[in-house]
Every structure is written in C-alpha cells, then in structure tokens.
C-alpha cells in the first residue's frame, strides 16, 4: 500500500473562534490521542502537537511572515513550498499507519487569520485530498464577552491600558458576514455553529460539547486541567501594573512565561466583568449580524444568551500590598518548581 492509499470518510476542522474554549478543546485533544485513534479518529501529530498549526503556517499566502512562520523558520516562497510538500508527505504517512475514519484538525487561526478566498480554498482542498467529505466546527462567543476576553488577555501578556469600549463593529466579531464564505465553500448544512458560554469551561464542558459535535459523546477521555482562563479582578490589577512596570518592550519578551505562571494561580477576587452600559453599547453594534446569525443557525431563536451578569462592587481597594506580596510569592514558587524540573532534566540527560 502506497502511502496515499487512504482516505478517510470525513475531515472535521475546528476553526475556532478564539477565547471559545480552543486550548482546552486542543490539549484535552492531544492528551487522548490514543483513545481517539481507538474510536477511528486521527488528531495528526503532523500538523502540530497541540494545535494543528503547522497547517495555518503552510496554507497562509506566501506574502504572510507571522510568529507562526517565524518560529518554523518560514521565510520565502521556495522554503514554504518545501514545508507545504514535506507536511502533506508526514500526513499521508499517519494516515496510511493509523488508516482513520475521521480526521480532526482543530487550529483557531482559520477564524480570525484566513480571510480570503484562496486562503480558505487551499484548505478545502487539501481536507479534500485525505477525506471523502468535509465538515466545520465553530464556537462563537457573544461579541461583548469576546471583546472583554480579549482585552483581559492581553493584560495576562503584560499589556498596560484601560479598556476602551470600540465604536464601531469590527469586521471579526460581525459572525454572521464572517461565516458566509466558509458556507459557500463548504455547504451551509456542513457547518456546525455553537453559541459559546464562559461557564461551560466548567467540568470540561467545552472540549465534552466538542467530543458530542464530532459523535464521541460516550468516549471515555482523561481530563485536562483550565488552560487559558480569565483573570480575575486581582490578578488583573496584579499583571496591569506588572505590565506598566516592564514597559511593551519588557513584557513582550516575557509574554508566554508570565502568562503561564499566572494562569496557575488561583484566583484571588471575583471574576473581572465588563460593567453593564458597556456591554450593552457593544451588543448594540452587532445587533443587525446577531440577528441574521440567529435566522442562519438558531432556528429564529436568539442565538446568544442576552443574560448580562452584574459587576460585583469591590469593598476597598482592588490590588492592596498583601494581595500583591501573595501573588508575587505564588509566581516565584511557581517559577523555582519549573527551575528544579529543568535541573532534574538536565542532570539525567548529562
């Protein structure tokens, strides 16, 4: 048998959107790669070991030059070429080991970086090329949470500034313009579209809804721990001065290492919540798109729970000198166990 001999019945990629779950559903993906395979499903290790992000660096036009490309060493049409070749030829050979009936790709970058065309018929095509057919998953998060995520986000990478609320829609959070091209290409009645709740994180709701979409709800998975949570109110104000302290410079550089060691912490205050008027002043921008999203995919019915939750009042200050020795103490302890780990390591592989 040729390495190309196989195909399996169907593709299933998961595009996203962002802070909808996707590191929990990927690492919960990768942690089970065994069971999966057992139930037919291939997560290639090919296109990546958590996210398949290999992929996105391949299929992104040639002009593209991201951290992405960067980090793979991507530079120039003739050295992508040659990724793109060699990444097609490792998947092959993991289709033909494993000969799947289902192959799972799940990279976020699909949603918020592949925005033309081409970009998007390069994928369709290549899913093609090792399925019989194709499917998409998204998990859509309502915009004035997603806004929110996204700033609090940026504050765990060390990025200084207060929120400032957009005054007009942004083209990423118009849902409903935003999946027209993958209907086109793929069939409206191909594309599985979720409503995106923060609470579902809880148990592992997030990667258990996925494992349902794919028609793994019985499948027996080993748990993930939270990855990639929202701060609360005082850890937020924590890395906020953190990040003014280091300056963009600074926290760039320290940017994934401060957001891991953060992201360990327990949280230490209420959730952080976007006050009422602002959310409702950023809803009211996307209320025309919500409206189409919920006639294309919610049966008419609202496809967002327009619930919004109240901001709990803080009692004194926010972030006080206790609060701010504790947290430094946590991420210094959580630093010193990562340093011993390395040491451990290296001492056995002297």
């Given amino acids: ?177 935003r999946l027209l091209p993958w209907q086109k290409l793929f069939g409206a009645e191909r594309l599985t579209v979720r409503a995106y709740q923060p609470s579902s994180l809880e148990g592992g709701g997030a990667a258990k809804d996925f494992l349902a979409q794919i028609g793994l709800s019985g499948c027996a998975i080993a748990p993930v721990g939270k990855r990639n949570t929202s701060l609360d109110i005082v850890r937020a104000a924590f890395m906020q001065r953190i990040g003014a302290a280091l300056g963009a410079q600074g926290a760039e550089s320290l940017a994934e290492d401060l957001a891991g060691a953060i992201d360990r912490l327990e949280a230490r205050g209420p959730p952080a919540r976007l006050p009422r008027r602002e959310s409702e002043a950023i809803l009211s921008l996307y209320r025309a798109s919500n409206a189409r999203l919920s006639a294309q995919f919610g049966g008419g019915e609202p496809f967002f729970n327009d619930a919004i939750e109240e901001v709990p009042l803080a009692g004194g200050p926010v972030l006080d000198l206790d609060a701010a020795v504790i947290i430094a103490a946590d991420l210094w302890a959580v630093k010193q166990r990562q340093v011993q780990s390395l040491k451990r390591r290296l001492g056995k592989g002297g």
């Fill in 1 to 177: 048998m040729t390495d190309r001999a196989w195909r399996a019945e169907v593709a299933v990629v998961h595009i996203g959107a962002p802070r909808t779950g996707t590191t929990a559903i990927q690492e919960m993906l990768a942690t089970n790669r065994n069971t999966l395979l057992r139930h037919g499903v291939l997560y290639p290790e090919s296109l990546g070991s958590v996210a398949s992000q290999n992929l996105v660096a391949a299929l992104a036009p040639l002009r593209v030059q991201d951290a992405i490309r960067r980090k793979r060493g991507l530079v120039g049409a003739r050295s992508i070429g040659a990724y793109r070749r060699d990444l097609e030829a490792a998947l092959w050979r993991e289709m033909a080991a494993h000969r799947p009936q289902t192959l799972l790709i799940s990279a976020e970058q699909f949603f918020d970086r592949v925005d033309t065309f081409w970009t998007r018929r390069r994928l369709a095509m290549f899913l093609r090329s090792f399925a019989r057919e194709a499917r998409v998953v998204v998990y859509l998060r309502r915009q004035d949470q997603a806004i929110w995520s996204r700033h609090l986000h940026g504050i765990k990478l060390g990025k200084p500034g207060d929120f400032v609320a957009p005054s007009r829609a942004e083209p990423l959070y118009d849902y409903a313009a």
